[in-house]
């Protein structure tokens, strides 16, 4: 091995080496979990924000109507799930904002409200304060009622209200050549502010996919995809925007976003900036990058003045196939996430559609490569949806064929490390970007009866892993139903040498099962028949056995590995071992095992 690649293990192992609540920047916290408890039938399109208290809601469309769920800031379910609408006919494509009162707004279409428009589709709302519970009852936000009034968007405004635009089949104002986008604003006490506003001024063709994201405190940005362009793209679809002051009254023009202008430039996404600013996402049929095998993921970002910061971007480095349905969350500190679904990527899911993701710092360069969210890899991953959460991580969330809702589509959920700097010293957190300081349970360090890794070089899909801890001192940490029960929260295995020169961390969600029943606090158990991961063992006798197989393993046997670094975390708490020393035997490109490890001396 090349010392560069040394070095980059070492800090590789660096970073692998925390419990979930000290992980590095981007790191996934805990495992994938499901978010929707009601699993027949189609529960999908997931949206996700951020509520004032560091937490979170999801809703989703489902078999029946509107759902939604809240969670703490530490990823742990606040409700119940629970049902948005109140007329239950044809409702679906939800989309919720989380507003400045603590509360949150859902928009969604409805083909039967209790307002007055019976023509088609239209566009319904349900205010939520801080606890959860209805602000009155389900209103009506279109006043425009013929035909259809369909695909809502919402985004919270400075002033503690809240701005809902749609795509309308026609128009009140001047757009009457077909589809229009609309718009309508609302004050803190869900009042609306002024009447419903036509939003483009191109009117030829269509307008479609419209989104809609403040700009700080002082106005808000609407895009959307148009058939044509007052600008320079005329070649089919270009993503065109507007903005608005706090007053609700344009800004400037309407503008096009891209400049990549051929052939389809569409379903855009936008996001915050600091400063005022914002940055818009869209699909691209080509590109001025990388990506000319089919859709790639382009991206633009702006100043608060309205003004192109550097030039269009592209964010997927896969470029087979098509990239598409990117979703965008500014992150409080700075910069951007951006996820979307894609037909690969460079981690384990190939099966159908992956869900990918990727970093960027506040002045839009790229932080690391694109790295896969899901962790439940068969069937199809889609349509993502991404929020900040607590001082700078956030979460993911989107619908999943097959995962642990077996029934049809589920609702999955992946929460992230933010941009935190941390310094540990036995298991207490400081961060640099707050004052506040958590004192968190140690996890346990464990020791180690025996490590087995085999490979055979000409044979990758044979390569094993069997461990075995037998430790009167291992606990269950806070136990069944609790933040570090897996079978809520899932997990995650870490198998690290920096002398073999391999670092991989292997997701453990959905698979969880009780040993014993629920509340007995007797252990739990993973198994998966696909994943490198095959079984992990974990009671309350002090017993840990996992086994593991095939290529995705990521072991190198080509120089002794010894030492190797054990990490297990489930849900919040974490295990550690070191195999090392001199009880092993090591064969080149062969087999690794280590035996009578000691416990290491702290595992924060």
């Known amino acids: 091995m090349h010392a560069k690649s040394r070095v980059l293990v070492v800090v590789l ?43 979170f809601v999801v809703v989703w ?6 759902r939604a769920r809240r969670f703490d800031a530490a990823g742990v379910p606040a409700s119940d799930e629970f049902q948005v609408n109140t007329y239950t006919t044809g409702a679906g494509l939800p989309a919720v904002a989380g507003l400045l009162t603590g509360g949150f707004v859902v928009v969604w279409q409805s083909s039967v409200g209790g307002g007055s428009d019976t023509s088609g589709e239209a566009v319904e709302a349900q205010r939520f304060d801080a606890a959860g519970m209805p602000v009155d009852g389900e209103f009506q936000v279109n006043t425009y009622t013929t035909s259809h009034q369909a695909f809502p968007a919402v985004a919270a405004t400075g002033d503690g209200g809240f701005v809902v635009v749609w795509t309308s089949d026609g128009s009140g104002g001047t757009d009457a050549s077909d589809s229009s986008v609309q718009g309508q604003r609302f004050d803190a006490a869900g009042m609306p502010a002024g009447g419903e506003f036509q939003v483009n001024t191109y009117t030829t063709g269509r307008q479609l996919h419209v989104k809609v994201a403040p700009m700080g405190t002082s106005g808000f940005v609407v895009v959307w995809s148009s058939d044509g362009s007052s600008g320079t793209d005329t070649s089919f679809t270009s993503v065109q925007g507007q903005r608005f002051d706090a007053a609700g009254a344009p800004i400037d023009d309407e503008f096009q976003v891209n400049t990549y202008t051929t052939s389809f430039q569409e379903v855009p996404a936008a996001a915050a900036e600091a400063g005022g600013g914002f940055v818009v996402l869209w699909s691209s049929t080509g590109s001025g990058g990388t990506d000319n095998s089919g859709t790639s993921i382009q991206g633009q970002r702006f100043d608060a003045a309205g003004v192109p910061l550097g030039s269009e971007l592209q964010v997927n480095t896969y470029v087979a196939g098509g990239q598409e349905n990117a979703a965008v969350a500014s992150q409080p ?8 679904d894609s037909p690969g990527g460079g981690g384990t899911d190939t099966s159908d559609r992956a869900i990918q993701g990727r970093r960027f710092d506040a002045d839009g360069a790229p932080l690391g490569g694109e790295f896969q969210v899901n962790t439940f890899a068969t069937g199809r991953q889609a349509q993502p949806s991404v929020a900040p959460v607590g001082p700078g991580g956030f979460v993911v969330a989107w619908e999943g064929y097959g995962a642990a809702d077996a029934s049809f589509y589920g609702v999955q959920a992946q929460r992230f490390e933010g941009g935190i700097a941390t310094t540990t010293t036995l298991g207490t957190t400081t961060t640099t970007t707050s004052t506040t300081s958590t004192t968190l349970p140690p996890g346990d360090s464990l020791e ?91 009671n309350k006798s002090g017993k840990l056995v996992i086994t593991g197989r095939g290529a995705g393993l990521g072991i190198d046997l080509d120089v002794d590995p010894n030492p190797v670094r054990i990490r297990l975390t489930i849900g919040a708490h974490t295990y550690c071992l070191d195999f090392g020393g001199d009880d092993r035997r090591f064969r080149a490109g062969r087999v690794y095992r280590a035996k009578r490890a000691a416990a290491p001396a702290a595992c924060p």
């Open 61 to 66: 469309g489902g078999d029946p109507g509107i």
């Open 13 to 55: 192992l660096a970073l692998v080496d925390r419990s979930p609540v000290d992980a590095a920047p981007g790191d996934p916290v805990g495992g994938e979990f499901q978010v929707n408890a009601y699993t027949t039938g189609y529960q999908g399109d997931p949206r996700v924000a951020a509520n004032a208290a560091g937490g």
């Open 333 to 340: 500190a700075g910069g951007f996430v951006v996820v979307w």
């Open 448 to 538: 180690g009866r025996k490590l087995q890794l085999t490979s055979k070089p000409a044979r990758p899909e044979k390569t094993k892993l069997v461990l075995l801890s037998t430790d009167a001192s291992l606990t269950l940490g806070r136990g069944n139903q609790s933040a570090d029960d897996p079978v809520l929260h899932g997990g995650a295995l870490t198998i690290a040498s920096a002398a073999g020169g391999f670092v991989g961390t292997h997701g453990l969600a959905n698979a969880w099962k009780y040993v014993g029943k629920v509340g007995q606090g007797r252990g739990y158990r993973w198994k998966s028949r696909s994943a490198p991961i095959r079984s992990v063992l974990i």
